[in-house]
């Protein structure tokens, strides 16, 4: 059981100290699920995995104006708040492949970093599909991947990170259906109700 030095009222409070865009904490909150439902699939540690998930873009309300500086201010406010070196690379992993923090060439290798880069990415691509049909409630599996292969449905979503549930040893459906059930269990705090 890894020890996190803060609890998650305290990383809420962190969150909001450098975010302050709803659309951007509800995403943190969405992925927060997701790792949550993955951890408990796959016997991980579901408080770390669920700490990753709210924390993976703590400085993107610093940084989204340029995006290129993305994840570099992240490792400083996480060593502040007392997260080890593996927590904070854990983080970083997640940009892999994106033009950010000189992180364009790196490619993730372990499972906790598979699971962070599809878990939050695919949030975007349910939220798109649940304001599309004014919910979630009766979302399903084979509707959201209908859209997932409609590359023109959520364009920027990148598919082939989604596509990384395969690293874990999930099947898309599987993902796609355990994804939808962890963010249904809090949609009136995404306002997906």
């Excluded at 502040?80 to 992993?93: L, M, P, Q, R």
């Excluded at 979302?139 to 549930?165: H, P, Q, S, T, Y």
Aim: with cysteine; net charge negative; aromatic share 8%.
């Amino acid at each position: 059981m890894a020890n996190l030095p803060i609890s998650r009222e305290q990383a809420l409070l962190l969150i909001e100290k450098y975010n302050k865009d709803r659309p951007d904490i509800n995403h943190y909150l969405e992925t927060e699920a997701i790792m949550g439902a993955l951890a408990k699939r796959l016997g991980e540690d579901e408080a770390y995995w669920r700490m990753l998930g709210l924390l993976h873009d703590v400085d993107w309300g610093v940084t989204k104006e340029n995006t290129n500086n993305h994840l570099t201010k992240a490792p400083e406010i996480l060593r502040e708040a007392g997260f080890d070196e593996e927590f904070i690379k854990n983080i970083v992993s997640h940009g892999f492949g994106y033009d950010c923090a000189g992180l364009k060439d790196n490619q993730r290798k372990e499972r906790i970093e598979h699971a962070l880069a599809c878990a939050e990415t695919v949030t975007g691509l349910i939220h798109a599909y649940a304001l599309m049909r004014k919910g979630i409630k009766d979302m399903e599996a084979n509707g959201l991947k209908k859209k997932f292969k409609d590359k023109k449905f959520a364009a920027a979503v990148r598919r082939d990170i989604i596509m990384e549930c395969g690293k874990l040893g999930l099947g898309i459906d599987e993902f796609f259906e355990l994804s939808i059930n962890a963010v249904r269990e809090i949609a009136a705090n995404v306002g997906l109700d």
